[in-house]
């Protein structure tokens, strides 16, 4: 298992409880070290060091969030579904670094969250498909997340474009005890990739490269499998 980290930065006060994470960091390593057969990780050169970046997975399981954590030393935070923050769990994913979105009307208060994120030079999930989808196939992407990206950096007015990462995951055969897991990094798209046309049009070309790549890094794992022996 590779366990890279992709920078640090400060914590905010308003951001997860940082002992809570602390505690928790070593032992959900070893615990998915534990309940997975193996672990594969391939891309890592596509994350940058340092700035504001946003992680873009495939969202097929709740496993999803814990194993994107693998990919960085500091808290990540995670736009979840407001339905999530009841009870314990909500206690727990709150301190884990999710914050909440109402999925059927996503308001300002999230994108604001974000741009305060990613103004502290933080690393948020976002996945793009909007919720979990049972499936291993790619299901067709909505702009939702292009456009939150575009809004976000025109209000902040950042010096650059944020990253946006797109990761491939898949189970195998599927999010089961001791199954095997694989998880591919493509690399960073940019906003800056789609300028020259209206905001609607350029949100729907990045919408588009996203949903390519994330195909593609879903075609690599594939070949990969392939060619791995089912008693590794």
């Given at each position: 298992?590779?366990?890279?980290?992709?920078?640090?930065?400060?914590?905010?006060?308003?951001?997860?409880?940082?002992?809570?994470?602390?505690?928790?960091?070593?032992?959900?390593?070893?615990?998915?070290?534990?309940?997975?057969?193996?672990?594969?990780?391939?891309?890592?050169?596509?994350?940058?060091?340092?700035?504001?970046?946003i992680l873009a997975p495939k969202h097929f399981s709740r496993w999803d969030?814990?194993?994107?954590?693998?990919?960085?030393?500091?808290?990540?935070r995670f736009m979840a579904n407001a339905n999530q923050f009841e009870g314990v769990q909500g206690w727990m994913i709150e301190r884990l670094g999710a914050f909440p979105v109402d999925l059927a009307k996503p308001g300002i208060s999230s994108l604001r969250c974000t741009i305060e994120l990613l103004k502290e030079g933080r690393k948020v999930v976002l996945f793009p498909e909007g919720g979990i989808v049972?499936?291993?196939?790619?299901?067709?992407?909505?702009?939702?997340?292009?456009?939150?990206?575009?809004?976000a950096e025109s209000l902040a007015k950042f010096s650059e474009s944020v990253p946006?990462?797109?990761?491939?995951?898949?189970?195998?055969?599927?999010?089961?005890?001791?199954?095997?897991?694989?998880?591919?990094?493509q690399p960073p798209l940019y906003s800056r990739q789609f300028e020259g046309e209206r905001d609607r049009d350029r949100a729907d070309r990045f919408t588009e490269a996203l949903e390519?790549?994330?195909?593609?890094?879903?075609?690599?794992?594939?070949?990969?499998?392939?060619?791995?022996?089912?008693?590794?």
């Open positions: 298992m590779i366990l890279p980290a992709i920078g640090t930065s400060p914590l905010s006060k308003t951001n997860v409880k940082t002992w809570f994470y602390w505690v928790i960091f070593p032992i959900h390593r070893l615990f998915l070290g534990f309940y997975f057969r193996a672990i594969l990780i391939e891309g890592i050169e596509h994350l940058p060091l340092e700035g504001p970046l969030p814990l194993l994107v954590g693998l990919l960085s030393v500091e808290p990540l049972r499936s291993q196939v790619l299901r067709s992407l909505k702009p939702g997340l292009a456009r939150l990206v575009l809004q946006v990462v797109p990761i491939a995951l898949r189970y195998e055969p599927g999010a089961f005890f001791r199954a095997k897991v694989y998880i591919q990094i390519r790549s994330l195909r593609e890094g879903l075609t690599h794992i594939g070949a990969e499998k392939s060619l791995q022996p089912d008693s590794e």
